[in-house]
């Protein structure tokens, strides 16, 4: 059976280690002068400031060629607007997120622009942020398939097809990938080093 398309961006599943994923996440701040929504699933990457009290680091959506720090995972309410929704964060507005931050998480993510196949298995590629939905408040993120090489500046390796009876080989296959320049890991952006990752297989 063909796989079916749903795009939702990136979802931590597990640890590099087998260990499942059980939620741990840490909050960032994203500021009003972003003029990018923001949505679950999205990669961010480090925006080079805190909040007001410097608790919580801010981060802006990342881009294709980007390091990431990590993924959002849910929005902190806001006390003083309850009416405001927390599905996704509206563009251009102060907005506390919770990103799943460790350098060792394994995301499941769809495969686009492309058809995958098992010899990808072990390769590095870019992702694209498509098309979010504001309806559900995921991301609209995927792995551009047409991307996929050994290449190490590429911001994901591939480590699998995710093991689902609904998920083949095929177009539309959720795979299993790790952040590949990650900043909080060493050779990322922050390290005071060029931004690196490891050479795919």
Same mark, same amino acid.
């Given at each position: 059976?063909?796989? $079916? ?27 009003? @002068? ?13 925006? @080079?400031?805190?909040?007001? #009290? ?26 003083? /607007?309850?009416? $405001? ?34 010899? #990808?298995?072990?390769? /590095? ?54 952040? /590949? ?5 060493? @050779?990322?952006?922050? #390290?005071?080093?060029?931004? #690196?990752? $490891?050479?795919?297989?």
């Amino acid at each position: 059976m063909a796989n $079916v398309s749903r795009l939702r961006g990136f979802t931590p599943v597990k640890y590099k280690n087998g260990a499942p994923y059980t939620g741990a996440c840490r909050k960032y701040f994203i500021a009003s @002068g972003d003029g990018t929504a923001v949505y679950v699933g999205d990669p961010v990457k480090l925006a @080079g400031s805190a909040d007001t #009290d410097g608790t919580s680091p801010t981060v802006i959506m990342a881009a294709a060629n980007d390091s990431l720090v990590g993924v959002v995972v849910g929005f902190a309410y806001n006390p003083d /607007n309850l009416n $405001v929704s927390g599905q996704y964060r509206v563009a251009s507005t102060n907005r506390y997120v919770y990103v799943a931050d460790s350098p060792d998480l394994v995301f499941e993510i769809e495969a686009s622009n492309g058809t995958p196949a098992a010899t #990808d298995v072990g390769l /590095n590629a870019s992702f694209a942020v498509g098309t979010p939905s504001a309806t559900t408040g995921r991301s609209g993120a995927y792995v551009d398939f047409g991307t996929e090489a050994t290449t190490s500046t590429l911001e994901l390796k591939i480590l699998g097809f995710a093991p689902r009876i609904d998920n083949e080989v095929g177009a539309s296959a959720k795979l299993l990938v790790s952040i /590949n320049k990650h900043q909080l890991a060493t @050779g990322g952006q922050d #390290d005071g080093g060029t931004a #690196d990752g $490891v050479v795919g297989v």
